[in-house]
């Protein structure tokens, strides 16, 4: 089966899509985020590293036979560099419980890279969760006197 497209767009546009993707439990959009590229990476959380779309695939299939993953990102930060773009997010995910719908956080790493279909996920490396938002550590700019 051929893969949807996606337009060329930028990487915080396939970003978009990967996220919508993952919260409508769509296979097909999901790895139409993904390059074409043998040495993809994928890390969930907790989990192996899984290289190459037969391994992507088949790790989101399995996610997607549980229901969707309602996962957001925020407070992105972006390090552009060309034809590679680095995004480092704080996932939020809706987890159920048995005291109704929970947050957890996930800090998650994505790598996209232009290709000649435009802008494609190569890494998604996602740690553990956690139940409080993590705290950002920023170094402070010495000031000049």
Same mark, same amino acid.
């Given at each position: 089966?051929?893969?949807?497209? +996606?337009?060329?767009? /930028?990487?915080?546009?396939?970003?978009?899509?990967?996220?919508?993707?993952?919260?409508?439990?769509?296979?097909?959009? +999901?790895?139409? !985020?993904?390059?074409?590229?043998?040495?993809?990476?994928? @890390? #969930?959380?907790?989990?192996?590293?899984?290289?190459?779309?037969?391994?992507? %695939?088949?790790?989101?299939?399995?996610?997607?036979?549980?229901?969707?993953?309602?996962?957001?990102?925020?407070?992105?930060? %972006?390090?552009?560099?060309?034809? !590679? /773009?680095? #995004?480092?997010?704080? =996932?939020?995910?809706?987890?159920? /419980?048995?005291?109704?719908?929970?947050?957890?956080?996930? @800090?998650?790493?994505?790598?996209?890279?232009?290709?000649?279909?435009?802008? %494609?996920?190569?890494?998604?490396?996602?740690?553990?969760?956690?139940?409080? =938002?993590?705290?950002?550590? +920023?170094?402070?700019?010495?000031? +000049? #006197?």
């Amino acid at each position: 089966m051929r893969k949807p497209k +996606l337009p060329p767009g /930028s990487p915080d546009d396939t970003e978009a899509a990967f996220y919508d993707a993952l919260q409508h439990a769509d296979i097909e959009r +999901l790895m139409a !985020c993904w390059a074409d590229e043998d040495d993809i990476v994928c @890390v #969930h959380p907790g989990g192996p590293r899984m290289v190459g779309h037969a391994a992507v %695939r088949s790790a989101f299939e399995a996610m997607f036979s549980n229901g969707s993953v309602q996962a957001t990102p925020e407070k992105v930060r %972006r390090l552009d560099a060309g034809a !590679c /773009s680095v #995004h480092s997010v704080v =996932e939020r995910v809706a987890v159920m /419980s048995d005291d109704g719908f929970q947050h957890a956080w996930v @800090v998650a790493t994505n790598v996209y890279a232009k290709t000649a279909q435009g802008w %494609r996920m190569v890494a998604h490396h996602a740690s553990p969760g956690m139940r409080t =938002e993590p705290p950002e550590i +920023l170094t402070a700019k010495p000031v +000049l #006197h």
